[in-house]
C-alpha cells in the first residue's frame, strides 16, 4: 500500500523519544457545555425551527445535537465535553465557535442578516472567547476564500504524490502569510493564536495523510499502485504524541487518519487482520491491532487510539471479545477509561433486554438461493416484499430504521410486508437490538454462508441494502430505494401494489 521506509523510520524515531513522556498529569477534565441564545426577528413560518451543533470526538467522527427554536426565537443546547475544541453552530449558516469545558455561552442570531449570508449575524452576548470566536470567524471567511481552498479536492485528485507535495508546501506558506497579516490587523487573544496554529499544522498533516488513499479512491485505482516518495510522510515526525491543548476540526480529523495509518504499518498488516476475523480468530485479530498501535504511537495519543478500537468493539455489540482482550491499565486518562466502562455497563443492560415484543422472528436453513427465496415468498404471499439487509454494528443500517418506522405505520392497513435480514452479527445482539429499538416487522437472522450467497445473487457489497418483491414472489428490485428517500419508496411500493 505504502512505500516510505524513511518517514516510517522518522515516525517510529519520534515515538521512542516520546514513549519516556507517559507520566503525565490528566489532560482531560468533563464538564458541561451550554449554548444558548435568541434568534432575532424569528418568524418560524420562514426560518428553520431547529438550530444543531456539529463537533468531533475521537470515538465518533462526527456529532451533531439538535434543538427546537420555541416560538419566541430561543434555543438551548447542553452536553458534556473533556476537550477544549473546535464546534460549529448550524442556523441556516455555519458559526465556528471554540469551546472549553465548563463554557456557558448565550447568543443572539438576526435572521435578517442570515439572509444575506453576513458572518456578523451573530452576536456574541456572553462567551468567555467571545473576542477569540468573533476572529476565528473572520478567519474562516478569509481562507474560504482562498484558491488553495477552493482547489482542495480537484488537487487531491489530479496531482501525482510530488506535486502534492509542493502544493501543501504552499499552501502551508500562503495560510501562514494570511494568519500572520490577520493577527497583525486585530489585536489577537493568545487563545486566537493557539487556535490558528493547531488549524495551519494540523490540516495540513490530514491532508497529506488523506491522500495516501483518497487519491487512489478518487481515480479508481488500487491503493497499491500509488508509489509515495519516502519523505512523503517525514513531516510527521514532529506532531507531539501529547498534544492536547486544542483540538480544531483538522486536528481531530488528522487523528482519525493517523488511528487508520499506524495500522498500516507494515502495509499488509490491515489485510492480516480483516483475514483473520473473518476466520473467526476476533481475539487474534485485535490483538494484532492493538500491537500495531502500541508499536506506533505512545502517550496520549496511544490511550486515545486504543480507548477508541475498544470502544468500536462495544459499539459492535462484542462483549465476550471485548471482555476477553480489554486491558484497562493500559489507560491512565480518567475520562477514557470512564467513558469505556459506561459504555461496557450500557451494553450489558442492553444484551439483557429479550423482549422484541410486535417484531416476529423467524428462521430459514437453506443455503441455497432458490429455496431460501422460496421459503421466504412463501410466508408471505400476495404481498409486496420490501427487504432490508442490515445489522446493529451498521450505523447507516441504524440511521435508517426510524424513516423505516414511518414507511411501516404509512402501508399499515396494506398488503406489504417489511422484511429486515440481519447478518454478520450474533444472535444475542439482533434479538437485544430488536428489542431495545421496538422494531416491528419480520426479522431472519442469516448465517454467514446465507449473507454470502444472497449479497452475491441481489448484486451488493455493503449494507444497508434495500430489495423489493412484488405480490406474485419475483424480485422486481435488487436494489430499491432507501427508506430515508421517503417520498421514491413510498411511490415505488405503491405502484406494485397497484398490480394484480
Known sequence: MIKNTQSLILFLLVVLFQACQNNQPAAFEEKPVVIAGKITNYNPAEHPQTISVIRRDFFEIEKKMVAEIDTLGNFKIKYPTYIFQEVYLKYGSFITLAIEPGDSLYLELDSKLLKDDNIDFVDFVHDPHAETNKLLNKLTSVIGESSYFKEAQEVMKKMSPSEFMAFEIAKKEAYSKIITEFKEKNSAPAAFNMIAEDFLKYHIWEDILRYRWYHPYLNDISEDSLHLPDDFFSSLSNYDMNDHQYFSFPHMGFMHELSMYVAEQPKDSLLRARELYAKGKEVESVLLMNSLTEMHSSGLTFEIFYSTYNYQILKGHMLSLFEEIYDSTKITEPVLKKIINQEHKKLIAFLNNKDTGNANLSSIKSTEVAEFMSEL???????????????????????????????????????????????????????????????????????????EILSGYFNFNGIPHYALIDKNGRIVMKDAPRPSNQEKTIKTIENYLAIE
Open 377 to 451: 415468498v412463501a410466508s408471505y404471499k400476495n404481498k409486496v416484499i420490501y427487504i432490508d439487509f442490515w445489522a446493529p454494528w451498521c450505523s447507516p443500517c441504524m440511521a435508517e430504521m426510524p424513516h423505516s418506522t414511518e414507511l411501516q405505520k404509512y402501508f399499515e392497513s396494506k398488503d406489504v410486508v417489511f422484511l429486515f435480514l440481519a447478518n454478520r452479527c450474533t444472535e444475542e445482539s439482533w434479538k437485544s437490538t430488536i428489542a431495545n429499538f421496538k422494531f416491528t416487522g419480520e426479522h431472519v437472522l442469516l448465517s454467514d454462508k446465507q449473507f
